[in-house]
């Protein structure tokens, strides 16, 4: 088992343009989580997917960002007309689903390091 | 609000020296609390969660309920023990974790 994938690891835009963050759960699990770290910070919760269905978005901002877990592929993290703000490292984790051993606990990716020129 | 705070951002100790990783919390009902790790170059993963009151790789933490406290701590720190330490709070959701900003912990010969 891989664990979870995170591609691409770096990513650089310049103010404007879209950023598309992916994410591939660990074989047989049906939950992504996405966090975002600024620098100096803890990870903050984003937002909590199952497969086609979004569980949670508290912790996503308003505007520009987005997020998808379709039936098949990867967890997509959508940031559109993206800011030097955003600039920070977003990190993917799984996890099986409820009534599955460990079900609650969360495997995390290598992360994706967004910078924004 | 669910909130962590891990007071020291960095620490410093020699081998074979003990070792406490500060965690205070703040949530209103009954949490689920984690310390993750992460080494140089590698992924956050779980090191212990306090339900199943283990010891990893000589780790310990207890929850402190009445300090609103999960201070990792080990009696002899190795140099492989030199990391950056996460707590982490899970509430009644279950699911959302919530870090505290973490300390990097070095373990010097």
């Known amino acids: 088992n891989a664990g979870v994938m995170q591609n691409p690891r770096h990513l650089v835009r310049r103010r404007g343009q879209e950023a598309r963050l992916r994410c591939s759960p660990m074989?047989?699990?049906?939950?992504v989580y996405w966090y975002r770290q600024l620098p100096e910070e803890g990870l903050k919760f984003m937002v909590y997917?199952?497969?086609?269905?979004?569980?949670?978005e508290s912790g996503m901002p308003k505007e520009r960002f987005s997020a998808e877990f379709p039936k098949e592929g990867p967890s997509i993290l959508r940031i559109q007309q993206v800011v030097r703000g955003d600039s920070a490292a977003y990190f993917c984790a799984s996890s099986p689903g409820a009534g599955s051993p460990g079900y609650n606990e969360q495997f995390f990716g290598p992360g994706t390091r967004l910078t924004v020129l | 609000a669910q909130r962590v705070t891990q007071p020291e951002k960095l620490l410093s100790v020699f081998k074979g020296a003990p070792v406490e990783l500060k965690c205070n919390y703040s949530y209103s009902g009954s949490p689920e609390l984690f310390w993750y790790v992460q080494y140089s170059r590698q992924r956050l993963q779980l090191l212990l969660r306090?339900?199943s009151r283990e010891s990893i790789k000589g780790f310990t933490a207890d929850l402190n309920k009445g300090e609103t406290s999960f201070h990792l701590k080990k009696p002899f720190a190795q140099e492989e023990d030199s990391a950056m330490y996460y707590c982490?709070?899970?509430?009644?959701?279950?699911?959302?974790?919530?870090f505290g900003k973490g300390t990097l912990l070095t373990v010097n010969p």
């Open positions: 306090h339900i």
């Open positions: 997917l199952q497969k086609e269905n979004i569980i949670d």
């Open positions: 982490a709070l899970s509430g009644g959701s279950n699911y959302k974790l919530t």
């Open positions: 074989k047989g699990h049906s939950h």
